[in-house]
């Protein structure tokens, strides 16, 4: 796998985590993004941040990949758009009928593309047809046409649409018009699912050693990441939460381990299903 030089390093550290555990994230084409280096990386990032992130991702990995395939077995016709997609794996870990749209910035979408592409043609992967749409969603042009395409494929379906690990690096008034933008495009009854990190976490060790790791390892000088709780959760209109859970409710649901129990020790992450009014 040669990786384009637009990609940064650390686009791939996430698939290394879900690779590791396999047996919790349930990703078995994870390691197929993953390269010498990016173990080098991940082994570097561990040491110096956390040391937990393999079983972290492994089980927001799970617990999305278990809510994907729920809403596919219960609705008829689903669709489920990834916004942010990066280089996840769902349609391919999904057995069931499902239309399935990613969306990303155009130059991961390009390389996602192809690569995967390869892959099904030497049989690595299955055969799946997934639509991409390139899109920067701090643009609110490319949100506009985002939602106009969107608006003609989900109108008459019941939809997923999932924002995985992006939430906390967005402004807010960017996730507003996100959340506004879903609320807009999906009907009665589809689910609008995401993770995102309380306030709290902003004097959390762990965060501190992550914020300085990206800053001076990726040139990542931006000081900003949002924030927010069940109070903001509730702002979000012509939604009715469905599932609440956190990062160490989802250790003791999917694994006989408690290594995730000092919230000190770890990325205190939260998770949340939505249900369109």
Known sequence: MKIQRTLSESAFLVNESRA???DISQDRHAQLWVS???RELWEDFTAKVYPYDAIELGLRNRFFLDTLRFFVRSAKNPVFVNIGAGFTSYPFLV?????????DLEHVIDFKRKQIETWIKNGRM???KIEF?????CSAGDRKRLQTTLTSSLVDTPSFLLLEGITYYLDEAVLHALFEMCAAIQ??????????WNPFI???PVFLRFKKYFAERFGHKETHYTFFDEEFIHTIHEYTPIEWTDIQKLE???TDTIMLKNTLEILPENYVVLQRK
């Open 20 to 22: 590791r555990r396999v």
């Open 36 to 38: 010498k280096a990016t």
């Open 95 to 103: 057995e069931e009928s499902c239309r399935y749209i990613e969306v």
């Open 126 to 128: 299955p055969e799946r």
């Open 133 to 137: 749409i390139p899109a920067d969603l």
């Open 187 to 196: 009907r009665h009854g589809s689910v609008l699912a995401f993770d995102y």
């Open 202 to 204: 902003k004097s959390n």
């Open 252 to 254: 003791t649901r999917y």
